[in-house]
């Protein structure tokens, strides 16, 4: 898929993986991607960690799986919809859907940006790898949950105290073929000069 | 431009905008690839405000330039690049780089996601606004320093509480055309496994 719009636009989260390994030079591809996106005064605070490894990666499912069942299940269980929950459980029981591949995100934050603007500097590069994932016949998704297991998933990965993780994307060939993403029209989120101004 | 590789890998911030209009027609065709990112639990949590009124951009960019001049401005010429240094200057004093459109992107907080989680949900669909611009042969930029006057904001914009101010994206067309986005190669941020261990 080259196009840019159908890319953008057939973007949605893959939450079930098959085996097939995921080549170098397509993870170096979709790098890529990442690398090219801003940061707060072009610090480019990325740290990615291409996690292929059985043991770690079955380590970070299980670590993942024990912070889904201490609280997010629950909560999600109540706000979620059904179908999004059913989901969404499925990817953590699987261990992040059983994808091939983990790319484990982090901020630097020794490289210069202020802490408040880690986010601004991490997610639009976040948001190049699914893309281009997608783009490349690949699905991931954006997942933060492990994250909230900070220090355990610092000692499993040796990250040292500057690189605070930011996100995981589980990534591999889909099991099978995805539907398109479910989006509210952009009127419904979109005011003209000040809020309440109806766009249209 | 239409290839998706030859979008992401050429994006980068325009600093500097001519004052051709920008039709609602391409405003919706980029608001669309914001609304197609992922956020979190699917909240979609995203409120867009688009402002092309002279004088509310005018006093959107005078709060810029206020907490430029209070901080930001300092900081900058200590720590980045004279050349970056200088572009971000002008970008400032010169009200968003005279971009004819601004793009306040906000997060609704009552929408379902937890706090910790806005950055992961708003700042993908960001990332989407600013390639769609490039697509489409826009020009734009991710700031967030007006958002650090968010009271002010707020008040200019009638935000309400509910909506926390994130980015803002100044949107035209480029004054000039725009050099390749300076970045580090994949292999200098990457690691195989665990931190430390080189990806090549």
Known sequence: MNDFFDVVLQQRACREFSDEPVPDEDIER??????HAPSAENTQPWVFIVVRDDALRSSLSDLTRRLWAAGGRDYAAAHNTRRLFNEVDNLVERG??????????????????????????????????????????????????????SDELRSLLDLPEHLTPMAIVPLGRPARPLGPPRRRPVAESTYRDRYGTPWR
């Open 30 to 35: 979709i790098l890529t991607a990442g690398t």
């Open 96 to 149: 992040l859907g059983g994808a091939p591949v983990f790319v484990v995100v982090s901020a630097d934050t020794s490289a210069g940006a202020h802490a408040t603007a880690l986010g601004s500097s991490i997610f639009p590069a976040v948001q190049n790898l699914l893309l281009a994932a997608n783009a490349i016949g690949y699905g991931s998704a954006l997942t933060t949950l492990t994250t909230y297991g």
